[in-house]
């Protein structure tokens, strides 16, 4: 299927030709019968000489209801723009032709209607004259009367060669579907209708609605009013919705892909029309079928911030069109060029992201967007529109090269002065480097660690300044490892440790450096206690008591109770019922 939104001149016979193609009345509303005007949106298909089908969204001409045709246009790929032959260009025929343009519509026909009441030659070349300098360009035009039906085989014909022309969406893409109609049916609930412009619906997903973020499931799909278990955009679509209540939507939200758009009400632009610093302070945003105010913050000639009245599900080279609804003026089409922008909180710094935003074209690329923001997670740059090819640095971490090379040289700088600051813990705490690194993520620096850093235990340092002791505190150490070597558990008390001069921060270094073990507080032994343990404790009969092992490793109940706990922590000991312990097998080694 394809689709194709029509556009004109208000009583130039677009619903006429609709009609007259469909078989199908696209006029919804009484009033729009009884008028002969329409109001709002309207939706006919038909079969062409191929077999291909093509569903049309009839919108209506008149001025006062634009942003109803924004609304149908804003999601068709093609357009057919309709003039009347005894009428010719007129002020809306060139107001829908803008906003055609400023939405980057590349496909389409020109229509030159009522043949039968004149001579189709001049409107027509007005008419591509008009087209020619827009996105469309060189556009193919079939004359016709809907009247009498001369023509309308030829329009077909070209209907056909517009569809073969139109490009074939990717059926995996992540899925928005713009809202442009909702309603309830007995029985069945909520109904939503949209142009489904890619990926692909089904049964029973799971989609998130915008503005909300609620979870929606669906409960059933139709296509062209038949009942269809899946659909391939591109497609017309009306989605029945579980658990939702018709008042809960509306015309401009929109149906995603969970977790695959950035909603946001800030955004950077690239204008296409009237002067930035000429738009008024306040604007009306279209895209889609959503229609929103946005205030407007000129950044440079044309490129300015958007702060929108309330977020959009939007992603980096959606096309955009700014309307003036004071003067009823399509003011220009927009490129978004980011859905996540800096804050310009500093002096300048207006001006510096001017310089930043003239050098994006609004094709998003992975490369250039690192660039800029040196770190981003996976999920971030796919909801702006970033196609992720590259390996992260970390969990779901991408990074800029050049920027992670001076991460590196700065953490080892950053390491290098703990290390000179404080002697006794030459490796610095993760998320103390962390903070000085201003990385939003531990796992960042735990995967900057590189020669000459090795981390352990929490800290990053030089490798063998890791391990390293300052000289008083070595000295220290080999001082206790001497008493030790004869009553190798009978750790000091805390005032023999300070005749040593071994304090709080000093035991600390010698822990973390492993010349020292900690079981508790200030109960220090030297690194091979334990296996010295499990060889004397194998020797008693088996199990044995806190008792017996106290007596037979010659130390007191402070010593005995945490070095037979961290025994029973590294499997060499199970302690049994009524507080007794064995030596498990293979905990002995020579």
């Known amino acids: 299927m394809q689709v194709v939104a029509t556009a004109g001149h208000v009583d130039h016979g677009k619903s006429t030709l609709v009609r007259a193609l469909t078989g199908m009345e696209p006029d919804r509303w009484a009033e729009e019968r009884r008028r002969g005007m329409t109001i709002d949106l309207g939706f006919a298909w038909t079969t062409l000489p191929s077999g291909a ?37 007129m002020p809306q025929s060139a107001e829908h032709l803008a906003a055609l343009h400023a939405l980057g519509v590349r496909h389409g026909l020109l229509v030159v209607t009522r043949t039968d009441l004149a001579d189709p030659a001049g409107a027509t070349a007005r008419a591509r004259d008009e087209i020619a300098a827009t996105s469309l360009g060189e556009v193919e035009t079939v004359a016709v009367s809907a009247r009498t039906g001369a023509g309308l085989p030829e329009l077909r014909a070209a209907l056909d060669r517009l569809a073969a022309r139109l490009p074939v969406p990717e059926p995996t893409a992540p899925v928005r579907l713009w809202v442009d109609r909702a309603f309830t049916i007995r029985g069945s609930g909520t109904v939503l209708t949209g142009t489904l412009g890619a990926g692909t619906l089904r049964g029973g997903d799971e989609l998130e609605r915008s503005g909300t973020g609620q979870r929606v499931r669906i409960r059933g799909l139709q296509t062209l009013g038949d009942p269809v278990p899946e659909v391939t955009g591109v497609a017309r679509v009306a989605v029945n ?36 610093a000429e738009l008024p302070a306040e604007v009306t945003l279209h895209v889609g079928s959503a229609a929103v105010t946005a205030r407007v913050r000129p950044l440079g000639p044309d490129t300015a911030r958007l702060r929108l009245d309330r977020p959009l599900p939007l992603r980096v080279g959606d096309r955009a069109l700014l309307r003036d609804p004071g003067r009823r003026h399509v003011a220009g089409g927009v490129t978004v060029l980011d859905v996540v922008p800096p804050k310009l909180a500093r ?30 997670r996976r ?25 992670w090379t001076e991460l590196r040289r700065r ?23 962390r903070r000085l690194l201003g990385l939003p993520d531990r796992a960042l620096v735990e995967a900057l660690v590189g020669a000459p850093l090795v981390a352990r235990d929490g800290r990053i ?51 973390r450096a492993g010349a020292l073990l900690r079981l508790a507080g200030n ?65 002995v080694h020579a």
Do not use: C, K
């Not at 300048?348 to 992975?366: K, M, S």
């Not at 999920?379 to 920027?403: F, K, N, S």
């Not at 290390?419 to 998320?431: F, R």
């Not at 010659?554 to 064995?582: K, N, S």
């Open 379 to 403: 999920g971030d740059l796919e909801r702006m529109g970033v196609p992720v090819t590259t390996a992260p640095v970390a969990g779901e971490w991408h990074a800029d090269p050049a920027h």
């Open 411 to 433: 953490l080892v700088d950053e390491v290098a002065r703990w290390a000179a600051e404080h002697p006794l813990e030459p490796a610095a705490p993760v998320d103390t480097l």
């Open 461 to 511: 340092g030089q490798r063998g300044a890791v391990d390293a002791l300052p000289e008083q505190v070595a000295r220290a150490v080999r001082r206790l490892g001497a008493e030790l070597a004869e009553r190798p558990f009978a750790a000091p008390e805390a005032d023999r440790l300070a005749d040593y001069g071994l304090g709080q921060r000093e035991i600390g270094a010698a822990v």
């Open 241 to 276: 919705l579980r658990g939702v209540a018709r008042e809960q939507v509306a015309r401009g939200d929109a149906l995603l892909t969970p977790g695959r758009f950035q909603q946001t009400d800030l955004l950077d632009v690239r204008l296409a029309g009237d002067p930035v």
């Open 523 to 587: 109960v220090v032994l030297l690194p091979d206690a334990p296996e010295r343990a499990i060889r004397v404790l194998a020797g008693l009969p088996q199990p044995f008591t806190l008792s017996a092992a106290r007596q037979a490793l010659g130390t007191t109940r402070r010593v005995a109770v945490p070095l037979l706990e961290l025994l029973d922590r590294r499997g060499a000991t199970r302690r049994l019922p009524d507080d007794v312990r064995i030596v498990l097998p293979g905990s």
């Open 53 to 89: 089908v093509v569903a049309f969204v009839d919108v209506p001409g008149h001025e006062r209801f634009v942003p109803n045709m924004l609304a149908g246009v804003g999601p068709a790929p093609a357009a057919l723009l309709v003039v009347a032959a005894d009428e010719g260009w």
């Open 347 to 376: 002096r300048g710094a207006a001006a510096a992201r001017a310089t930043v935003l003239a050098g994006l074209d609004g094709r998003p690329d992975e490369r250039s967007e690192l660039a800029r923001r040196g770190l981003a």
